[in-house]
C-alpha cells in the first residue's frame, strides 16, 4: 500500500504538511502511532515519510532522500584544476538557460547551477516519488558548503515527462538541453544513484526524441550514457568525451 505518514512524534506542522501532501497526490495520510512498522505496512510498496526538514520515500529496499551528492565532490575537484567532462562539454558563459529532461535526483543539475551566474536550470522529472522528494529537497535542504545553497535556488522542477514537455516548447526555447537517462549498464557501484532505481523512469531517448530536443536549443544538445550502452550507436553527436575509468560519457550536438 502506497500511503502517507510521518516521523515518529511529530509536530502540528508535519501532521499538517502531510495531510496536504496526502491530499495531492490522492493517497491514504496514516498516523505513525497506527503505523509503527513502516515496512510492514508498506509491503511491496512505498510510503511518504514527511520528517522535520525532509520528505523520504521509505521502501523495503532502503530509504528515497535528496542530497546533493556528487556535486559536492566535482565542484571540489573542478577548483583543484581537475576536468570535469559535463562542464566543460557545456561551455558555460554564466547566463545560460538550460533544460535537464531527465533530473533524477539533480546532482547535476546543481553543478551545473554552481557554473550560472544569471542563468537558470529547468529540470523535468516524470517519476512522482522523485520529483516530490527533491521538490521539497531544493526548498528545505541546507548545506554548509555556501554555493550548494545559491545554486539550488537557480532551480525549478516540473513533474512531467520530458517528451511532453519537449512537444510544448516554441523552437529555441533554452540555450542548452541536457539529457542523462538511466544507464542500459547500470553501475550498480553507484550508491548515491541505487536508491532512485526502483523509482526512476527507463525509457530509452530515440533520434526523434534528440530532433525535438535539438529543435528545443539555442546552443546544444549535451547526452550521457555509459560506454556499454547503445545510445551513441544509435545516435549521431559531433563530439564525444568522457572518462575511462567510469566509462560515462557525454556527447555533444552543436545546434546548426
Known amino acids: 500500500m502506497i500511503f502517507v505518514t510521518t516521523s515518529h512524534k511529530p509536530t502540528k506542522e508535519q501532521v499538517l504538511r502531510a495531510l496536504m501532501l496526502s491530499q495531492e497526490l490522492n493517497l491514504p495520510y496514516i498516523s505513525r502511532r497506527k503505523c509503527p512498522n513502516l515496512l510492514e505496512a508498506v509491503g511491496d510498496d512505498y510510503c511518504y515519510v514527511v520528517e522535520i526538514d525532509r520528505i523520504v520515500v ?3 529496499g532502503g530509504s528515497l532522500f535528496f542530497h546533493p551528492s556528487t556535486a559536492k565532490v566535482r565542484m571540489r575537484n573542478v577548483k583543484k584544476g581537475l576536468k570535469d567532462h559535463l562542464i566543460e562539454c557545456l561551455q558555460l558563459q554564466g547566463d545560460e538557460l538550460i533544460l535537464d529532461t531527465t533530473f533524477g535526483l539533480g546532482a547535476e543539475a546543481i ?4 557554473f550560472l551566474k544569471e542563468g537558470k536550470v529547468v529540470g523535468l522529472e516524470a517519476s512522482t516519488p522523485i520529483y516530490i522528494v527533491v521538490r521539497e529537497g531544493l526548498k528545505s535542504y541546507r548545506d ?3 554555493w550548494v545553497n545559491v545554486a539550488m535556488k537557480k532551480i525549478e522542477i516540473i513533474h512531467i515527462d520530458f517528451r511532453r514537455y519537449l ?3 516554441p523552437d529555441g526555447s533554452f540555450d ?3 539529457c542523462d537517462p538511466m544507464f542500459e549498464n547500470p553501475v550498480y557501484e553507484s550508491s548515491s544513484m541505487n536508491p532512485l532505481r526502483p ?3 527507463y525509457d530509452s531517448v530515440t533520434e526523434g526524441d534528440v530532433r525535438e530536443m535539438l529543435r528545443v536549443a539555442r546552443k546544444r544538445v549535451v547526452l550521457k550514457a555509459h560506454a556499454f550502452d547503445s545510445m551513441f550507436e544509435r545516435i549521431k553527436v559531433d563530439r564525444i568525451t568522457g572518462s575511462r575509468k567510469s ?3 557525454y556527447g555533444v550536438i552543436e545546434k546548426r
Open 58 to 60: 521509505k521502501y523495503k
Open 199 to 201: 523509482f526512476a523512469v
Open 176 to 178: 542548452i538541453v541536457y
Open 167 to 169: 512537444s510544448q516548447c
Open 247 to 249: 566509462q560515462v560519457l
Open 144 to 146: 554548509k558548503e555556501d
Open 111 to 114: 553543478l551545473m547551477a554552481g
